[in-house]
């Protein structure tokens, strides 16, 4: 059986929805808590000035970053990124190419 404890998915294909977005909510958060360490200490080109946390949301680049940040995540989300039931929930496939290359060394 599955783990439903508050019996919240009364069919598969609902447990299925609630587990892929667990997947999903789970690895946003660990890339927010690296996104919170790194962005202190590593600025791109031209936003050197741009000061850390949340005073860089006042910043005019600071502003369009997340502008530029905000359509990339819904770009990747609505695309390449995009729930399919037909596979196991977070795969992905091998987008890069690498997973041949793992077993030649």
Same mark, same amino acid.
């Given at each position: 059986?599955?783990?439903?404890p508050l019996k919240l998915s009364s069919t598969q294909e609902r447990f299925d929805k609630f587990r892929t977005a667990e997947?999903?909510?789970?690895?946003?958060a660990m890339l927010a808590a690296l996104g919170s360490?790194?962005?202190?200490f590593v600025? =791109? %080109?031209?936003a050197e000035a741009v000061p850390?946390?949340?005073m860089a949301f006042?910043?005019?680049?600071?502003?369009?970053?997340? /502008?530029?940040?905000?359509?990339?995540?819904?770009?990747?989300?609505? =695309? %390449?990124?995009?729930d399919a039931f037909?596979?196991?929930p977070g795969n992905f496939g091998d987008p890069a190419g690498l997973g041949n290359d /793992?077993?030649?060394y």
């Open positions: 059986g599955v783990f439903d997947i999903k909510h789970g690895r946003v360490i790194f962005q202190h600025h =791109g %080109p031209g850390n946390g949340l006042q910043d005019p680049i600071g502003e369009k970053g997340v /502008i530029v940040m905000t359509l990339a995540c819904g770009f990747l989300e609505l =695309g %390449p990124w995009a037909a596979k196991e /793992i077993g030649s």
